[in-house]
């Protein structure tokens, strides 16, 4: 039975063994002990990869390439399965000389993460040159984010959210809002710095809580009148600045449904790309023991309804294809499981049915 870390060679104390089997995690334990794991180790090397200007630039001769095209993601369609190819270094000096520009282009890249052998992997937009030529040399196409998200698996999904949404910050903060004067990413692109005033900008992302009301035995979803339709959600709003989440989420409800919270718990949170990078904190609130009259603020939604257990355990089956009546009506249906609102009308399900 090994008992030391792959890395180090130290022992683990029998106590730490013997937990280990016990949560049946032993496996993982005993390979790495917790500093030397390979999730450590990676998460070291791209944050050097960030600081050290040098070893990025280093890194990006032996790294691979996401390509975007004006924010679009490359994706190739093999068989009834959409990949994301990644471009060596050297395939990438090929289509650029293809085009007459220099491996300067390299230099546009962003870091987006590693592999576990360490590997970097990076973003580059290719907006400024010819889509359609690079279409057919790689085969493939540059397809749009709100598409893309819906056809990759779910760990490329939420890859290219991040990837696209540091492109879209580089491209939308080229200049310093104090002196006007252009900016300058690092290497890694997770930082940009205006040398005339000193200012260094980070990439940002808006927080927005999303909340799944309940009143104990039915929970509130709403619309937008821009949402497809047929769709509806849990309630939502970006933080103002200086509020705590749960601030945020009251007055969220308050305005847009006019009810209170009285309890609130969180659930999780995810990246979400539009429109333009937010957090998303999802928690769930119990509005009970007063008026549960829904007042709709009309500026911002179309409709807001109380919904039974029956009614979410239908729409969540229910496909926006299969939503259209005879009549024209729409029958209701929720957002993808790539959305975090599926996760939280989901797990609302499992507490009324447990
Ligand atoms: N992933 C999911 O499951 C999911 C579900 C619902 C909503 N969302 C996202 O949550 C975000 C916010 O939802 P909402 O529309 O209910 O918010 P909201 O209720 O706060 O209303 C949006 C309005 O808030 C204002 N606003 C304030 N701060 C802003 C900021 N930093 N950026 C942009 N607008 C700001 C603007 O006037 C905007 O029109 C949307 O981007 C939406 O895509 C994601
Ligand atoms: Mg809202």
Known sequence: ???????????????????AIY????RRAALFCRSHSTYVKKMRYLNKLKEDDSLCRQAQTSGTFYLFHNLSPFLRKVEEK????????AEMK??????????????????IGCSDEHVPHFALDLGALERSVIEAELKGSFTD???????????????????QALLRWHDSHQYCSKTGQPTQKNVAGSKRVCHASGITYYPQMSPVVIILVSDGSRCLLARQPSFPQGMYTALSGFCDIGEAVEETAR?????????????????????????????????????????????????????ARWFGLEEVMEGLKREPKSAKQDNGNF????PPKQAIAHQLINEWVKQQTS
Not at 23 to 26: D, E, G, K, L, V
């Open 251 to 303: 007055r969220e409800v308050a305005e847009e449904v006019g009810l209170e919270v009285e309890s609130l718990w969180y659930s999780a949170s995810q990246h979400w790309p539009f429109p333009s990078s937010c957090l998303m904190i999802a928690c769930h609130a119990l509005v009970r023991g007063q008026q549960l009259e829904i007042s709709m603020n009309s500026l911002e939604l179309e409709e």
């Open 94 to 111: 090929r289509i650029l000389e293809k085009f007459k520009e220099t491996e300067q282009w390299i230099e546009k890249s962003v870091l």
């Open 82 to 89: 959409y990949l994301i190819p990644q471009l060596s270094a």
């Open 145 to 163: 984010l709100r598409k893309a998200l819906f056809v990759v698996d779910e760990d490329s999904s939420s890859l290219l959210a991040s990837a």
């Open 23 to 26: 949560q049946a995690a032993y």
């Open 331 to 334: 029958l209701p249906w929720f």
């Open 1 to 19: 039975m090994p008992a030391f870390c792959r890395f180090c060679r130290d022992s683990f104390p029998l106590v730490l063994i013997m937990a």
